[in-house]
C-alpha cells in the first residue's frame, strides 16, 4: 500500500505559476504510476497527468498541454507537479493518485490541495 499527502496548493493570479507536491509512504513507491487529478465545484474528475514508474513517460490532459509538467524523484518518494500560465478554469482540488503494476486503475488516492485561480 502507499499513502499520499498532497502540498503546495493556494491562491495565485491568472499567469502565474504553483507547483504542487505528493510525498508518498509505503513500501516501493518507484513501482506505482503516479498521477494528478483535479475535480473543480459542480463538475467531474478530470485527469490532469500522469507519470511512468521510472519517469520515461509522461501524457497530460488536453487542457493542460504546454502548460503543466510531471515529475517524480523516486529517492524521496515524491511526485511534483508543475503549473504554469495558470487560468481561472484550473481552479479545483488536486489530488494525488498512484497505480499499482497490476491494477487497471489508479486505486490510491490522497486527500488533495486547493488551487484558486483568480482572474
Known amino acids: 500500500q502507499v499513502q499520499l499527502v498532497e502540498s503546495g496548493g493556494g491562491l495565485v493570479q491568472g499567469g502565474g505559476s504553483l507547483r504542487l507536491s505528493c510525498a508518498a509512504s509505503?513500501?516501493?513507491?518507484?513501482?506505482?504510476?503516479m498521477g494528478w487529478f483535479r475535480q473543480a465545484p459542480g463538475k467531474e474528475r478530470e485527469f490532469v497527468a500522469l507519470?511512468?514508474?521510472?519517469?520515461?513517460?509522461?501524457s497530460y490532459g488536453d487542457s493542460v498541454k504546454g502548460r503543466f509538467a510531471i515529475s517524480r524523484d523516486n529517492a524521496k518518494n515524491m511526485v511534483y507537479l508543475q503549473m504554469n500560465r495558470l487560468k481561472p478554469e484550473d481552479t479545483a482540488v488536486y489530488y494525488c493518485?498512484?497505480?499499482?503494476?497490476?491494477?487497471?486503475?489508479?486505486?490510491?488516492w490522497g486527500q488533495g490541495t486547493q488551487v484558486t485561480v483568480s482572474s
Open positions: 509505503g513500501r516501493a513507491f518507484s513501482t506505482y504510476t
Open positions: 493518485a498512484a497505480k499499482s503494476r497490476t491494477a487497471l486503475s489508479f486505486g490510491y
Open positions: 507519470i511512468s514508474r521510472d519517469s520515461s513517460g509522461t
